[in-house]
């Protein structure tokens, strides 16, 4: 009921190509889904998020595209480059209940730009 | 320092020792939360800390972990008779609140191994 899938499990793009992450959740009481990015040796950073009421949000190259009836969402990174190279999860969390900040994260993506 | 510090950045201890994880949260950060992340996995939500209290200690995977924030700012995270399976990066986060939707704000970690 809590989990949140994340395919695939690692990503090779060349540069200037989209990148896509797809996640699958199961807890209806999920509301507010962000994404992020982690560099190695690094915490994980928010890249963008998004809440139901909405099908898509963009910001710069990053646009998160969001399907409530199929509990799909998915990040698509537009013109990627080398410097996008690092581990995504997508994450889910009931912020309309206890916290927002008490989230469930994906697996995690690998991805790699080619130059 | 501007960010979420946490210390000590690296661990080694030995089955059965007790240790303890620092979390020094961005000034006037009421939220504090603490992650654990294994090697190729998604961060697992451990507990959160909405000012000196502890709101949600439902992660916490047994006895043996504990975790204070005494003066609503510093929190420790306290691991007794650790095992080889406790060996993780722990991650601290802090947000400005719990119920908005706001950014959480991730250290580097603290990485114990357990010989």
């Known amino acids: 009921q809590q989990q949140v899938k994340q395919s695939p499990q690692s990503l090779i793009v060349q540069k200037g190509g989209i990148s896509i992450i797809n996640c699958a959740y199961e807890?209806?009481?999920?509301?507010?889904f962000p994404w992020y990015q982690q560099f190695p040796g690094k915490g994980p950073a928010l890249l963008i998020a998004?809440?139901?009421?909405?099908s898509e949000k963009k910001e710069g190259r990053f646009t998160i595209s969001f399907n409530k009836s199929a509990k799909q969402f998915s990040l698509h990174i537009m013109d990627s480059q080398p410097g996008d190279s690092a581990t995504y999860f997508c994450?889910?969390?009931?912020?309309?209940?206890?916290?927002?900040?008490?989230?469930?994260f994906g697996q995690g993506t690998i991805l790699t730009v080619h130059p | 320092g501007a960010g979420v510090s946490q210390t000590p950045s690296n661990k080694v201890t030995e089955k059965g020792k007790y240790v303890e994880l620092r979390c020094d949260p961005i000034?006037?950060?009421?939220?504090l939360y603490w992650y654990r992340q294994s090697l190729g996995q998604g961060p697992e939500f451990l507990i959160y800390?909405?000012?000196?209290?502890?709101?949600?200690d439902s992660g916490l995977p047994n006895d043996r972990f504990f975790a204070v924030r005494p003066e609503g700012s510093v929190s420790t995270l306290k691991i007794q008779r650790t095992e080889r399976g406790d060996s993780a990066v722990y991650l601290c986060?802090?947000?400005?609140?719990?119920?908005?939707?706001?950014?959480?704000?991730f250290g580097e970690g603290s990485r114990l191994t357990v010989l």
């Open positions: 998004i809440r139901p009421d909405v």
């Open positions: 994450a889910a969390s009931n912020a309309g209940g206890t916290s927002y900040g008490k989230l469930t």
């Open positions: 986060a802090s947000s400005l609140g719990t119920m908005n939707t706001g950014e959480l704000f």
């Open positions: 800390f909405q000012g000196t209290g502890a709101a949600d």
């Open positions: 807890n209806t009481a999920f509301d507010y």
């Open positions: 000034s006037g950060h009421t939220a």
